[in-house]
């Protein structure tokens, strides 16, 4: 009993000073990084998803930027230890192969041992509407992509922004139809087998990314696209997420606000992503995407990846000492 105590007491003291489950050093060493954390020149990058496994960090994100003789978007996967320097692509998806013009928007959950990303193609082919598709890993490094997702629902219209939950035995999926959130549910991952539920009430959004903090379901989604600057916002599930209709049911916006700096003064947080690290450190981490301009990549702006943290979910702090 008196080692459990003491160990309990060690855990609680390396939460406190930000030092990792190893002891060695912090989780993140947040004084000494700056935003934004990624970017590359000639990309915009948007739409990051992100994910902690065996001291590596791992960042998904849709690129944009001009090949083959027009611009494009990509869905890129990349890693780091220290969020300082980062590994070359792990893999750089356009969809040439299924006669995409480009692949969007992924977004990651993890079920048992597997991690689904999900994503869909980019720009509107005629007659060849965008389609939603999943990957799945073991190790967040290699993948089998390509795969359809919910094509008996949304094949033949517009979809993209999907983002998937594993609860009761079931997988439930949020996404957007043209501009209309919609959610629906399957017993499986998949192209088939999958049920409607109707439109997520209430108001516009997109990016959604359904996460589970301390029991209840949250979604957290890019609002105000469609009434000016887009911004991060966590909506609370009004019930238990036990029934179906649950999952098209969430409370109001709750505004993410994150630090104004250099790089994020046109735009300050798009399309952003949480991650749930407490028992790390203590802190959520939000990745987002901060631009200073609007024009460029047909109209998404140079936009690059910054990390916010925050204890509470309503105070943040950016590296260095920022807030």
Known sequence: MKFRLLLAAAILVMLASGRGATGKGPF?????LSNPVYSRP??????????YRDGWFYVFFSA???DDGRERSHVVGVKTRDWKTFSRPLFNWRGEEGGWIGMCSPNLTKVGDLYYL???SWGDKFLKPNRLFYAVSKDLEHWEKGKPLARNITWGRRAIDAAVAHANGKYYLVW???QTPKAAWSYQ???DGWHRLGEVTPDWFENGELISIDGAWHLLCTAGGLRGVHYPALREMQDSGEKEE?????GEFQKLSVPVEDFNTNEAAN???????RRHDGHFYLIYAGRTEGKSHLGRGNNKLGLARSRDLKNWEVPGGGN
């Open 28 to 32: 993140i060493d947040w004084e000494n």
């Open 42 to 51: 000639g990309w915009s990058t948007k739409d990051a998803c992100m994910a």
């Open 64 to 66: 944009f930027y001009k």
């Open 118 to 120: 999900t994503y869909n």
């Open 176 to 178: 957007k139809e043209f």
């Open 189 to 191: 991952m998949g192209a």
């Open 246 to 250: 649950h999952w098209t049911q969430w």
């Open 271 to 277: 399309a952003a992503f949480l991650a749930d690290w």
